[in-house]
């Protein structure tokens, strides 16, 4: 057996890591070490700027699995919140990636999200946007952990108070991204999923001060159906039906998106790159 195959025949136990079903190679995770990142210079910016903040919440497909840019374009009005080293550089994915800023070399499973995208059709819509995401996505987190005094709902609430000290610019949060449910997609999981993500708006919008806060939800891929995933069709009507339970809420759909990383559980880059898009529409209906 060649090393090719070993890979390949191997790929099906390590696919929940989010491990592409190929050989590592250059503009993969896995691959190539990107540049070192650019911290931001807020010094380009005038007093009268306004940073936006968006916060990235959920479980990997937020993170995202896909593969990323070797050299990433740039634009130094969007800006991210690096949730390890608690400081701002200019962004690019992987957004979540936990390693040093000059070592990006994807070895913590980070790869291509929708928050660049949505970012980057924010900045074409409007050129004057000063656009900081704020990464706060855990993969395989329930929503249960997102739950009251739970460890990755407080974590959230405090990159986001650390982001805005951290910045030298004027903040404001304009909306909280959503893309979760894969984890609650399991029995009995699925039958509290309403309950639990009703509460979580509420008690985001109490915490940050902003009861007309968006939140935009994304659904799960229509393509998973393996293992203990076998109720994503009634968590994706949840998700779906979530307008007519809060206001100043949406979900867009994404059921129609079949590419995915090689397991059957993750959004492909392109998919990602679409997803952001619709998130980007949604939120510009607000």
Known sequence: MNRRDFI????????????PMRLPAKGTRGGAAQPPLHPADFSTFTEQDTLDLFLLVGQSNMKGRGVIEMKPVENKNILFFHSKQRQWYIARDPLHAQGTPDSIDGSDNSGTGPGMSFAQTLAQHDQQLKIGLIPGAVGGAPIGAYGKDKKLYQRSLELTRE???QCKLKTRVKAILWLQGESDSTKPLHDSYEGKL????????SDLKNPTLPFIACTLGSYINRGPFRHVKEVNRVLLGLPGKRKHTACIDARDLKGHIGDQLHYDTAAQIEIGKRFAAAYLKF
């Open 198 to 205: 009703l509460d979580m708006i509420d008690r985001y919008r």
């Open 163 to 165: 982001a805005a000290q």
């Open 8 to 19: 390949i025949r191997t790929a099906v136990g390590t696919a929940c890591a989010g491990l």
